[in-house]
């Protein structure tokens, strides 16, 4: 409060722009990209699978359950990136800037590192993972194919799910919106 008054009275002012965080457009402002953002990852599952049924029945039958246990198996990432987004959210509020991107380096590290462990247990295991399932041979072969794929992207996506929630956290969910929008062109 004093150092706005010092300003006041050097003649200076604080020019920042005053939004109200609490009113219906502002939240929508920020909903709106977070929304379309997120039906863009299921329209690319989608468009994916769809792609993938051209290929043939045993192709399809492989992709739902090896990209199921993928995602459980990156289900501890997920959770860390869950979080990060609370957390950029208090050290933007809070004006502390360098603390945003730490907190998003901290969390790119930890899922990199956190999907290479998992690349590295479950590599060896798929195919005694997807044989368990009781599937035919055929099948078998290619959910270890897929599941083997979706690990290795996962430590891409790292980067994907860590900036997401980063330009939430800073206020800026358009900018992964875009983003999406523009991985939804390249898909196709």
């Not at 599952?45 to 459980?72: C, E, H, N, W, Y």
């Not at 290479?116 to 270890?144: D, M, N, T």
């Not at 996506?157 to 900018?175: D, N, T």
Request: neutral net charge; proline residues 3%; aromatic residues 12%.
């Amino acid at each position: 409060m004093a150092d706005n008054r010092n300003l006041a009275d050097k003649g200076e002012t604080l020019r920042m722009p005053v939004v109200d965080e609490t009113s219906l457009r502002f939240m929508l402002t920020l909903a709106g990209p977070m929304v379309l953002t997120t039906v863009s990852f299921t329209l690319l599952q989608f468009v994916d699978r769809q792609m993938v049924s051209k290929l043939g029945t045993a192709a399809l039958a492989a992709v739902l359950p090896a990209g199921f246990t993928a995602s459980i198996s990156s289900a501890f990432v997920m959770g860390i990136f869950a979080g990060l987004g609370t957390f950029v959210s208090q050290c933007y509020g809070r004006g502390e800037k360098k603390e945003c991107t730490s907190y998003l380096w901290q969390a790119v590290y930890m899922g990199t590192a956190f999907s290479l462990l998992i690349l590295a247990i479950f590599w060896p295991l798929a195919p005694a993972i997807f044989r368990s399932f009781g599937h035919e041979a055929e099948v078998v072969e290619l959910e270890v194919i897929y599941f083997r794929i979706t690990l290795i992207g996962n430590i891409a996506v790292v980067f994907v799910w860590a900036g997401v929630q980063f330009f939430m956290g800073i206020h800026r969910p358009v900018l992964s919106m875009y983003a999406a929008l523009v991985a939804q062109v390249v898909n196709l």
